[in-house]
């Protein structure tokens, strides 16, 4: 064998067995990382195609069908929110200690309540320092629309919490509706003029409700507004969230006799992850239709960029410092764990959030990334998200408190230290009350303009942005959610330990078999199988213990 034959014989084995490892490191970080990196690919993309596509001026038809692959993402998520919260809270808090379910939902409230005032702060700080109202124009037309008072809005909360029909609750929330009346029955005839009449036209986002309008009438009628019962055509998730909590909390006192509804909960939650599982490899394409649809709605971005620039970077920055800064630095100070670690296990569902604008359809994913990739107990996990998908709105808080101030700012109005104080408060409560749905902080702004006197007709001055904004802050609550879960499942580690089979022959494992053991040792775990195994053939409780 000559001397070169040697030399490349020796090149081809460097490099078979360097191209060898490449693949292997290739193969793993694919395993990984694979849908994560489709999935950013892909939101880089939907905002690329969107602003190339907007250069056709494509009629509302074709943008319909072009945003339909993203509109079938959003269903299909949305498909399964209400079997994920149902199942989730039943079997989690009925495989539970009652002194430990209770000492987790006194913590994980407290802790939603003071993150949210510190969003509310941190926004405040910011507007009254940037002062973004002083850029911003106002419109000299407006929209006379009549919105629900603050009053009307909280009663209307509450009555979500306890809903009349729970199959109506999947689909349907209760919603206050004003309906215009004419209070004057006759006008009075005046010489040489002539009177028109008064017409109602149908709204055009629920053709029930009646706007009036006016044609040259003089002199105007008096006009009252009557509230009336509605429905708005999204699903109440506080409703079905109270009611699941309920009903996990009796089915754990209930013992034995509640053992086969908690076994068919958990059946079902565990066939949700499944199909989770196969439908996140559809996601990337939905996300790339989804933004790039949205982007193509939009109005002239130079023109909102000169009216409302200043604005949008508030709320991101505040967003930023609380999301970025705040939530992890108490993560860290808390679990003296690595908050960026935390959090690039959950990156996907943030990805979610960010192309869907709503945290209630992200619930899945951020279950499944907290599950799988931080290893977040399945009981503590089951038990926060829901009900932070549902009164912890860190980003909704802060961007209301922002765009009050700013409305405010638009109409050199002078708040006083009491009134951005009713604002704070205000818009913590608010955004317990916004449902995880796109855009809904819009509702609850109500609430917060009505606390300190500001005009409600001034939500339109902030639309134009409100959908790109909606998606920064819903990124901020799943966030939220997620650290939360973290922190919880450290503080309450000790309250969900395994107990020794001495002092508890049958203990909460025996009862419900499907309960996460993943804090077991591996021998602890064959033992249990054993122990259920003779349990399943002979009727009669084995406790095996290791000697």
């Known amino acids: 064998m000559t001397m070169w034959e040697r030399v490349r014989r020796a090149l081809l084995n460097s490099l078979s067995t360097t191209f060898l490892h490449v693949w292997k490191w290739v193969r793993a ?9 489709l999935s950013m690919l892909s939101v880089a993309t939907g905002c690329l195609l969107g602003f190339l596509l907007r250069a056709l001026e494509m009629t509302e038809l074709e943008k319909q069908y072009f ?18 919260i149902t199942s989730s809270l039943m079997s989690g808090l009925a495989t539970m200690d009652s002194k430990a379910c209770g000492k987790m939902g006194v913590i994980t409230i407290t802790y939603y309540l003071w993150t949210t005032f510190m969003a509310v702060t941190v926004g405040i700080i910011l507007v009254v320092s940037i002062h973004p109202g002083a850029a911003a124009q106002k419109d000299n037309y407006s929209v006379g629309k009549m919105v629900l008072s603050s009053a009307d809005a909280l009663l209307d909360l509450i ?4 809903p009349s029909n729970l199959i109506e609750a999947s689909f349907q929330q209760y919603r206050s509706v004003l309906v215009p009346v004419v209070k004057s029955p006759g006008f009075p005839k005046i010489p040489g003029k002539s009177l028109s009449f008064i017409y109602f036209a149908p709204d055009d986002e629920n053709p029930e409700i009646h706007r009036p309008v006016f044609l040259e009438l003089t ?30 909390l009796l089915l754990g006192k209930m013992g034995e006799r509640g053992t086969p509804l908690v076994n068919v909960c958990q059946c079902l939650n565990e066939a949700v992850m499944k199909i989770v599982s196969m439908a996140v490899w559809y996601f990337p394409f939905g996300i790339v239709f989804l933004i790039a649809g949205k982007i193509l709605e939009m109005e002239d971005p130079s023109v909102i960029g000169q009216k ?5 970077i508030t709320v991101v920055s505040g967003l930023a410092i609380h999301g970025l800064v705040l939530l992890p630095l108490l993560f860290a100070l808390i679990t003296k764990k ?5 959090i690039q296990g959950i990156l996907q569902a943030l990805l979610i959030a960010l192309a869907t604008s709503s945290s209630s359809a992200t619930l899945p994913i951020t279950l499944k990334c907290l599950l799988e990739n931080n290893g977040i107990d399945r009981r503590v996990a089951r038990f926060v998200l829901p009900v932070g998908a549902t009164i912890n709105m860190d980003g909704t808080a802060l961007y209301e408190a922002v765009a009050a101030i700013f409305i405010a700012q638009v109409n050199e109005y002078d708040l006083d230290l009491g009134q951005i104080i009713t604002i704070s408060i205000t818009a913590t409560a608010a955004s317990i009350g916004a449902a995880g749905i796109p855009q809904s902080g819009l509702v609850t702004m109500v609430i917060v303009l009505t606390s300190v006197g500001l005009p409600t007709d001034d939500i339109t001055l902030i639309i134009a942005v409100d959908w790109a904004l909606d998606r920064f802050r819903t990124m901020t609550n799943v966030l939220g959610d997620a650290l939360a879960a973290g922190i919880i499942a450290h503080v309450c580690e000790k309250d969900f330990a395994p107990k020794p089979p001495a002092q508890d022959p049958v203990s909460n494992m025996d009862k419900f078999p499907s309960v996460e053991t993943s804090h077991l040792h591996p021998k602890d775990n064959v033992i249990e199988m054993i122990e259920e195994t003779l349990f ?9 213990c290791q000697v």
């Open 67 to 84: 945003a339909f692959p993203g509109e079938l993402l959003m269903r299909m998520l949305k498909m399964l929110i209400l079997p994920l």
């Open 219 to 248: 002199p105007s009628p008096e006009m009252t507004y009557r509230t009336l019962p509605g429905t708005s055509n999204e699903m109440n998730v506080l409703g079905i969230v109270i009611f699941s909590a309920t009903i996990g």
């Open 159 to 162: 009555r979500n919490m306890f």
């Open 536 to 544: 399943d053939q002979t009727g009669v409780h084995y406790n095996i």
């Open 308 to 312: 409302l620039g200043l604005y949008a």
């Open 338 to 342: 690595n908050p960026f670690a935390f």
């Open 29 to 37: 970080f694919w395993r990984k990382n694979g849908l994560l990196t």
